[in-house]
């Protein structure tokens, strides 16, 4: 087999919302504190004539950059229109949820959105395009709200996190709330999306233990002025 790729993680930056790449879990850089707001992941591929292999997820590779997430559950979801909107979602503490996707089929717009409230990108988000083409994943952390948006009609995406579903800790903001300013590609009478998202509540609205981090998680905290 030949490599056609020999970077399995592969950081980039945003197109768009956080103008800036910060690493992905707390580390120390002198007396520096530097945190990631999001990992696109690139796995490599083993390619010959047969096609191609490719590890979708490695726990060493992962804890090579240090992160150290224990993914518990996988979940799959099928879109059957283009513009289907699924989000934004969270799970409040002590149930938050790591997140990291792929896309199986189709393509996809993900969209990561800044809930922690002491963060100094609190409010900002990306919006990055997967396809089942290019076979990328992304990391959403705790503290994030979370949403995919179909490009192409019968869309698959899989994904796993890091804790399990809890309804009584199950929340969400409104996509269209004005706050968020996030540049949706298609108008509200040509999305699809559930009446509970179509309903959720507005930012303002939620109070802030919905969405600050769990106390004491040593995983995704605040970045530190000067971080970067």
Known sequence: ????????????????GLGRLHTSIERRVGQRRIFLMWLLVTPARLCDERGFFSETYNRRAFADISITNDFIQDNFAYSADRGTLRGLHFQAPPATQTKLLHVLRGAILDICFDLRHSSNTFGQHVMIELTAESRQQILCPDGFAHATLTLMPDSEIAYRV????????DRGVRFDDPSLAIDWP???EELTLSEKDRHQPWL??????????????PTYGDISDGAM
Do not use: C, Q, T
């Open 1 to 16: 087999m030949r490599e056609s790729n020999d970077v399995v993680i592969a950081l980039e930056l945003p197109r768009r």
């Open 162 to 169: 890091k804790a399990y579903h809890a309804p009584e800790l």
């Open 186 to 188: 298609f108008a509200e």
């Open 204 to 217: 303002r609205d939620l109070p802030e233990k919905a969405y600050s981090r769990a106390s004491g998680d």
